[in-house]
T-cell receptor
C-alpha cells in the first residue's frame, strides 16, 4: 500500500542546535502537510507545500518539497524549548476515488538538559 | 468561533462492547476526518466525511463506521471492540477547499479497552 516514511524517529539536540526531519513517499504527492504535536496534545497544522521544489520559511522553520514531489524536509534552526514535540508529515493518496491521508510515524524532538 | 470539540475525553470499555465517539467541527467547516493514534505512533486515517458523505476510508475494518450530520458534526462508531482498539481517537475538521487542506484537530478521546 501507500507509504510515507519519516526519519529519524528521535533526535536529541542541545538547545540552540539545529534539527531536521525527512519524509519520503512511495509515490508522487499532490501536496504534503506538516504538523506538530506537543506531548499530551493534538496535532497542529504547520504548513502545506504544493509545488515541486517549493521552499517555505516560518521564522526558524524551513520546509522543502522535493523536485519529484516524493520527499520533503523540515529544518529548525537554533532550537528552543518551545520546539519540543513530535513533527509529522502527511500526504494525500487517491486510489479508485478513495481518498486517504497517510501520515509518517513522526520525528520526536528532544532537547537535552 | 469555537474550535473542534470531542466527547467524551476518556472512555473505558471491555472487549466486545460498542462505542460511539462524537465530534463537533469548527464553525464553517464541512469536512471531518477521524484518526486513530496509538501511543508513540502517528495518526492513522480512519475515514473522512464531506457534506454528510464518506469520501475516503483508510485500512480499517467495517466495524469502524461513521456519520456526519447536517450541521457537519460527526460520530465514530466502533463495534465488537478489541484490545488493540485502545488509542487516542482524533477528529479534525477543515473548510471546503480544492487545494488547501489545513485541518484543525480536537483534543481527542482516549479509549481504553480492557
Amino acid at each position: 500500500g501507500q507509504q510515507v516514511m519519516q526519519i529519524p524517529q528521535y533526535q536529541h539536540v542541545q538547545e540552540g542546535e539545529d534539527f531536521t526531519t525527512y519524509c519520503n513517499s512511495s509515490t508522487t504527492l499532490s501536496n504534503i502537510q506538516w504538523y506538530k504535536q506537543r506531548p499530551g496534545g493534538h496535532p497542529v497544522f504547520l504548513i502545506q507545500l504544493v509545488k515541486s521544489g517549493e521552499v517555505k520559511k516560518q521564522k526558524r522553520l524551513t520546509f522543502q518539497f522535493g523536485e519529484a514531489k516524493k520527499n520533503s524536509s523540515l529544518h529548525i534552526t537554533a532550537t528552543q524549548t518551545t520546539d519540543v514535540g513530535t513533527y509529522f508529515c502527511a500526504g494525500p493518496f487517491v486510489f479508485d476515488s478513495n481518498y486517504q491521508l497517510i501520515w509518517g510515524a513522526g520525528t520526536k524532538l528532544i532537547i537535552k538538559p | 468561533e469555537t474550535g473542534v470539540t470531542q466527547s467524551p475525553t476518556h472512555l473505558i470499555k471491555t472487549r466486545g462492547q460498542q462505542v460511539t465517539l462524537r465530534c463537533s467541527s469548527q464553525s464553517g467547516h464541512n469536512t471531518v476526518s477521524w484518526y486513530q493514534q496509538a501511543l508513540g505512533q502517528g495518526p492513522q486515517f480512519i475515514f473522512q466525511y464531506y457534506r454528510e458523505e464518506e469520501n475516503g476510508r483508510g485500512n480499517f475494518p467495517p466495524r469502524f463506521s461513521g456519520l456526519q450530520f447536517p450541521n457537519y458534526s460527526s460520530e465514530l462508531n466502533v463495534n465488537a471492540l478489541e484490545l488493540d482498539d485502545s488509542a487516542l481517537y482524533l477528529c479534525a475538521s477543515s473548510p471546503e477547499s480544492p487545494t488547501y487542506n489545513e485541518q484543525f484537530f480536537g483534543p481527542g478521546t482516549r479509549l481504553t479497552v480492557l
